[in-house]
């Protein structure tokens, strides 16, 4: 499929409050993509905090707390923010799924990316960016966005992108993809994406932070057969 040349902003679809600003800061900052820039989360209803701070948050204003994060991330840096009130997997099963075999519901997929097309054709959006879950641990609703993405993409002809999914996984190898943006990050480069990703306080824990000093690096990968 031959994609129109469009080149009207970029959505970055993440699955939940905070998957972006692991995994796209600098993508963002360098402004390697046409703006306006937005930030589309689709798992925002949760009940999850780091367990270090369970006490410090009522169960039923988590949600609020998490879209409030990515409402001051999107200021932060000049994005317009959007979402769905979808609950996450925790959410809706009681326990997170990590197996990349674990069936994923088409009508569920084709539900998801229904809602996300009418604000993607309202904002006349030609671009969208989404983590790529790679490996065998796969976070299940991380592997879910990345359908929707592909969906949006052939049935708005927009252009897709993707990401490493830090701190989960960084693509090791994929035929059918090929590097377009790569930033190798230093010492001050992690210390400045720390603090954006501080602003979400209520999710942040010494895991994400020692991942993205491993992963220390972003790029953007692009499907090399088809025109993007």
């Not at 299940?140 to 929707?148: A, E, G, K, M, S």
């Not at 993707?162 to 990050?185: A, G, M, T």
């Amino acid at each position: 499929m031959k994609f129109k040349n469009r080149a009207n902003g970029t959505c970055f679809l993440s699955p939940h409050s905070d998957d972006i600003s692991m995994s796209a800061l600098y993508v963002i900052l360098e402004k390697v993509l046409p703006e306006p820039y937005y930030l589309f989360t689709i798992f925002s209803s949760s009940e999850y905090v780091d367990i270090s701070k369970v006490t410090e948050y009522l169960k039923d204003k988590i949600t609020d707390t998490r879209l409030n994060e990515d409402r001051m991330f999107s200021k932060a840096l000049d994005m317009t923010f959007l979402h769905m009130k979808e609950p996450d997997c925790l959410k809706r099963l009681g326990f997170v799924i990590y197996d990349s075999k674990q069936n994923i519901s088409s009508s569920y997929v084709e539900r998801l990316s229904n809602f996300v097309a009418l604000k993607i054709k309202s904002y006349e959006i030609s671009n969208i960016v989404v983590p790529y879950p790679f490996g065998e641990k796969q976070h299940y609703d991380h592997r879910i966005t990345r359908c929707v993405a592909e969906k949006l993409s052939n049935n708005l002809e927009i252009n897709l992108y993707y990401l490493d999914d830090i701190p989960y996984s960084v693509i090791d190898f994929c035929d059918n993809l090929e590097i377009c943006y790569k930033k190798e990050l230093n010492y001050s480069d992690i210390v400045h994406k720390i603090q954006f990703m501080d602003i979400y306080k209520s999710q942040m824990c010494d895991y994400f932070y020692e991942r993205v000093k491993i992963f220390n690096k972003e790029r953007i990968l692009k499907n090399k057969w088809k025109n993007c």
